[in-house]
T-cell receptor, first 112, second 114 residues
């Protein structure tokens, strides 16, 4: 079963704007991961944040984690048309950390 | 470049006709996964291999089987595809014991059932 929920489900912005996506989860975690999926393609790992971290950066990506609220956010700054994709958060299954529990995803459209 | 490869990228089969999807990896990862993903949905794990140890998900239909003859290759067999099995099938790998438990995905095989 899915434990992650993401909002918004869909987001449409103009190039150059920032995009923020949120993910909530239900059980305690040791890390949370964000993945991107371009239309009709496989998923690509973007960033992993551990439970003892509050913020992590990678290029134009900024991820925050609030374990007290069981939530994470992904911020993409200065968006580009090439950022158009679906974004998923995922957390390791508590019983078997080889398995990931996936959020429902946010579909981002960046308009040129 | 090390990667996860899936063949074919598109597969058309007939209702009830067995089909096999293949996945290979050059990452030398010991864990391989098969996911099913339908339109606008999150990936759904079907099963995974930890080395040769097969781990089926409780809700994966018996119609879906898998083989892993060696570290590099893994196959998904659909014995009698139904219309509801039309989906994107994603193969992924990970390295057990690595500090980062990320998964590396292939490009997927889109299955169409006629």
């Amino acid at each position: 079963s899915q434990q992650g929920e993401e909002d918004p489900q869909a987001l449409s912005i103009q190039e150059g704007e920032n995009a923020t996506m949120n993910c909530s989860y239900k059980t305690s975690i040791n890390n949370l991961q964000w993945y991107r999926q371009n239309s009709g393609r496989g998923l690509v790992h973007l960033i992993l944040i551990r439970s003892n971290e509050r913020e992590k950066h990678s290029g134009r990506l900024r991820v925050t984690l609030d374990t007290s609220k069981k939530s994470s956010s992904l911020l993409i700054t200065a968006s580009r048309a090439a950022d158009t994709a679906s974004y998923f958060c995922a957390t390791p299954n508590a019983g078997n950390n080889r398995k990931l529990i996936w959020g429902l995803g946010t579909s981002l459209a960046v308009n040129p | 470049d090390a990667m996860v490869i899936q063949n074919p990228r598109y597969q058309v089969t007939q209702f009830g006709k067995p089909v096999t999807l293949s996945c290979s990896q050059t990452l030398n990862h010991n864990v391989m996964y098969w996911y099913q993903q339908k339109s606008s949905q999150a990936p759904k794990l079907l099963f995974h291999y930890y080395d040769k140890d097969f781990n089926n998900e409780a809700d994966t239909p018996d119609n879906f089987q898998s083989r892993r003859p060696n570290t590099s290759f893994c196959f998904l067999d659909i014995r009698s595809p139904g219309l509801g099995d039309a989906a994107m099938y994603l193969c992924a790998t990970s390295r057990e014991g690595a500090r980062q438990e990320t998964q590396y995905f292939g490009p997927g095989t889109r299955l169409l059932v006629l």
